[in-house]
């Protein structure tokens, strides 16, 4: 089980049979390591918000490197990996997502049309389209890296419903909107672009982050409620 130590500045891997850590320290100016994700050669990528950083570590030879993003104060946040291994991530500092060449490191952005766009999190569906959920402006997003185009829809909740955590599934674009009390689920149908809504039942709290599994369900991260949720998908016929 891998981990990062977000305020202690390293990579951590978790032995579930004995308990033990190993850490893979960070350089010194790269103290808050945020969200890892693994590329299918085994290399760990991760981002660091407050550090401006992005990072690739080789779990085998414990080889770290990093590479600051152009975008000062951008806040990389969220990752993902196309289907042809290449990492995506969003900055949430700015209207920014940026693309990773997972071997040089080098980094290209894509600029989002609103100057008030905060991408917090990213999905990426099987036609390795980019979708991200607006935080500040209440709008899920979609991008296509080989054209640039960027196209958005408002959320079901409104200008001020925070959407966050953000997962693809089955056809569907599926995130919460993490202002409303409580949390709300919400499903959108890429064919039809209809949206779908839910109250998740006990709250939410804050979910931050959010995947699918390879059963078809979804599993939520309830941030302050010492939660995690799963919710097993049904018919998704009604709308609204």
């Not at 040089?104 to 569906?125: M, N």
């Not at 959108?188 to 931050?208: A, H, L, M």
Request: proline share 8%.
């Amino acid at each position: 089980m891998w981990f990062t130590a977000n305020q202690k500045g390293y990579i951590g891997k978790l032995d579930p049979k004995t308990g033990n850590v190993t850490e893979y320290k960070l350089p010194e100016d790269v103290r808050d390591p945020h969200t890892p994700l693994f590329a299918p050669n085994g290399m760990l990528f991760f981002t660091a918000q407050a550090a401006n950083t992005i990072g690739r570590l080789n779990p085998k030879t414990g080889e770290i490197k990093v590479v600051k993003t152009p975008t000062e104060r951008a806040n990389p946040y969220g990752v993902v990996m196309s289907s042809k291994a290449i990492p995506f991530v969003c900055d949430f500092g700015t209207n920014k997502i940026i693309r990773i060449d997972p071997d040089t490191l080098a980094i290209k952005e894509y600029e989002l049309p609103s100057s008030e766009s905060r991408p917090r999190r990213i999905a990426i569906s099987p036609d390795d389209i980019i979708w991200y959920s607006d935080y500040s402006r209440g709008y899920l997003g979609r991008l296509d890296p080989n054209t640039s185009k960027v196209t958005e829809w408002p959320s079901p909740s409104g200008p001020k419903s925070q959407p966050y955590g953000i997962t693809y599934l089955s056809g569907a674009i599926w995130y919460v909107e993490s202002a409303i009390k409580p949390n709300v689920l919400v499903r959108f149908d890429i064919k039809t672009e209809k949206f779908q809504s839910w109250i998740i039942p006990g709250g939410g709290g804050v979910v931050r982050n959010i995947k699918s599994t390879d059963d078809g369900k979804i599993v939520m991260a309830e941030s302050g409620v010492n939660k995690i949720a799963l919710v097993e998908v049904g018919s998704t016929n009604k709308s609204q």
